[in-house]
């Protein structure tokens, strides 16, 4: 298992588009992918979780990939955040 | 018999009630048939679901808009979700017939995206809700009856709208629109003011008060539905009707179109808004952009200040509505006539030349900066945000907006928030005291706004609130539009763009002054923009100029304003 701690920077925070990017790329690697937000664990590969976490820009997360191409899928994960989320 | 409820979609629409009635979703009678064959029964439904809903995204895109389209599309992502399907899953697997796993499922995510008591999340609870339904009734086999089904001459009746039942809607068949539910910014109503169809929201019981295939009269201007009216009432809309429908078509023709004047030369219609929402409305109208967001009512009917986060919700909304259109934001014009209670502002002898709007922020530094804090976030998602402070009379105050700003941004950048670092900031131009030095103001300013109501009040010292001298208030006296004129010129020498918020700028008679002398932007409600296009159009820049001329060689307001009446 590999883990990074990040920060979310897109202004709406994790909403549809963004939660939606972020799972359709997750979804492209076998590995499990968790996020754990303030206490909370959350399922990386589901937008329904996502969003129900209310995550907003700022919001300090930490990322855990285990499994097959783990940390290529950590990498993909937190660049897709740092970069913003496509917003 | 009269019903009344909220105007949300102006016009008059005369026809037949179609109820559109929820189909019985009770699936009490649905007995468990083994954990294969339910989740087998899940998983058609959910291909049905997805291939029907994607029919209906496209067929939205066309007819209503990318934005309603985008609401669909959202619902098969939240419905493909594999976190989603595994709870259903083991719903089933726990002994519930699929209709029981998902209405549990599903109703676990309104719960949880409601009480989060956010605004974006409450409308994936709507989504949820509507995923819910329709799953429903595709398990069960059974069908609510849809707008699209229903026939030409149709007043539609609801408790309320939801996006699917909406879906494949044809304006030319529905006249009419009366929900028991939902205000002006309500699914309804938006769909409702896009299509053009005249609607009336929130009528209590309105869907049980009228029965299918009876007449209906509905008035969106007034907010009333109308049924067993007599043949004089009927002739009397329908004559009403009539006269709506013509000015209608004129003034569509400048919807999509450009600003521009008889002589091809290039401006814009922006609207005036209060409200975030109102910004959905400014754009329905085809406004070019928001050249004035009051931020007001933000802070009033409340018991202390917003906070930043709130404030941002707010800015960023209008942003988001606006993405690649200019949204102008007001800083705090408190004061004068419109009081705080819980600032406790001093009272004054002469509130409106006392301590208020850009005077009161800049001495109270920890109010304002919570303001610039949110508007420069907010501008960081489309850069489209613009800041504007009021009652500018000096250049000092410009400058110590400024140095706030930049210590605002300071701030930001030390938290790691992002927020918008070349976010404009411009002033009102609405004291004499600007006005006469636009020159100097407009080497600070990034852009100008003349707001006319208080530049003709402070001009001409007329309190336009005290009956007794409230005849001597006019924007038609010479030295107001001297004001204007300068102002204008001075902006256009200094080459940042001048706009005007105030009433003056949706004026027939003022508009071919304000185009002979270079107005960039015209400000007005988003009822006038396309009017104010339309006048636009109709003057060549050879002959504003000649009708400004002429005007600013006459001495009086009278002479002037009936000047312009016979050129128009």
């Known amino acids: 298992m590999v883990s990074a701690k990040t920060k979310l920077t897109n202004p709406m925070g994790m909403h549809m588009r963004p939660a939606n990017l972020f799972v359709s790329e997750m979804a492209k690697f076998p590995c499990d992918v968790k996020i754990i937000f303030g206490g909370k664990e959350v399922n990386g590969k589901s937008i329904m979780n996502l969003m129900a976490a209310c995550m907003k820009t700022g919001s300090e997360i930490e990322i855990f990939c285990d499994g097959p191409q783990e940390q290529d899928a950590l990498d993909k994960a937190v660049a897709l955040i740092e970069s913003g989320l496509g917003e | ?568």
């Open chain 2, 1 to 568: 018999m009269t019903y009344q409820g909220v105007g949300a979609s102006g016009g008059i629409g005369i026809g037949r009630v179609v109820r559109i009635v929820q189909a019985d979703l009770d699936y009490s009678g649905v007995s468990f048939a083994g954990s294969e064959a339910e989740k087998e029964r899940f998983q058609r439904a959910v291909e049905a679901f997805c291939a029907k809903t994607q029919e209906m995204a496209e067929s939205m895109k066309t007819r209503v808009g990318e934005k309603e389209a985008e609401i669909l599309s959202g619902q098969i992502m939240m419905l493909s979700d594999p976190f989603l399907q595994s709870q259903v899953e083991e719903a089933i697997d726990s002994g519930l017939c699929a209709e029981a796993a998902v209405d549990q499922v599903c109703g676990n995510f309104i719960e949880m995206f409601s009480s989060t008591g956010d605004e974006l999340m409450g409308q994936r609870a709507t989504d949820v809700g509507d995923i819910r339904t329709r799953m429903l009734e595709l398990l069960l086999g059974v069908s609510t009856m849809r707008a699209a089904e229903a026939p030409a001459g149709s007043v539609l009746v609801a408790a309320d709208f939801t996006p699917s039942m909406t879906v494949g809607i044809d304006k030319e068949k529905i006249a009419g629109i009366a929900t028991e539910i939902g205000g002006k910014t309500s699914h309804s109503a938006i769909l409702a003011r896009a299509l053009g169809i005249p609607a009336v929201l929130g009528v209590p019981n309105i869907s049980k008060l009228l029965q299918d295939g009876q007449s209906v009269i509905v008035d969106g201007s007034k907010g009333i539905v109308l049924a067993e009216f007599d043949e004089h009432t009927l002739a009397e809309y329908e004559h009403l009707q009539q006269k709506e429908r013509e000015a209608k078509r004129q003034l569509d023709a400048y919807r999509d179109c450009p600003t521009q004047d008889a002589s091809g030369n290039r401006f814009a219609v922006y609207a005036n808004i209060g409200k975030p929402e109102d910004a959905q409305a400014a754009l329905e109208y085809g406004a070019e952009g928001i050249g004035l967001f009051r931020t007001e009512f933000l802070f009033m009917d409340r018991t202390s200040l917003p906070d930043e986060e709130e404030q941002y919700k707010a800015y960023i909304a209008v942003a988001e509505t606006m993405a690649g259109k200019e949204v102008i934001i007001r800083t705090l014009d408190i004061g004068g006539d419109k009081d705080l209670p819980y600032l406790h502002l001093e009272k004054e002898e002469n509130p409106f030349l006392g301590h208020r709007a850009i005077r009161y922020c800049l001495s109270n530094p920890e109010v304002f900066s919570v303001q610039l804090r949110a508007l420069l976030r907010a501008g960081a998602l489309h850069k489209n945000l613009k800041i504007m402070l009021p009652l500018i009379t000096g250049v000092e105050e410009i400058r110590a907006a400024k140095e706030l700003i930049e210590t605002c941004k300071r701030q930001l950048q030390k938290e790691g928030a992002a927020y918008d670092a070349d976010i404009p900031v411009g002033i009102m131009i609405e004291t004499p005291a600007a006005a006469r030095i636009a020159d100097l103001l407009a080497k600070e300013a990034d852009f100008f706004s003349i707001g006319t109501n208080d530049l003709t009040q402070y001009t001409l010292a007329v309190d336009r609130g005290n009956a007794k001298v409230e005849g001597l208030y006019t924007a038609f006296h010479p030295a107001v539009l001297r004001n204007i004129r300068d102002t204008i010129t001075a902006a256009k020498q200094a080459g940042i763009p001048v706009g005007m918020c105030g009433e003056a700028a949706a004026d027939k008679k003022l508009i071919p002054l304000l185009l002979a002398w270079g107005l960039d932007e015209f400000s007005v409600s988003p009822a006038a923009v396309l009017a104010t296009r339309k006048t636009i159009s109709e003057w060549s820049a050879q002959k504003s100029l000649a009708t400004a001329q002429g005007a600013m060689e006459l001495s009086t307001a009278s002479e002037i304003e009936s000047s312009l009446e016979s050129s128009t």
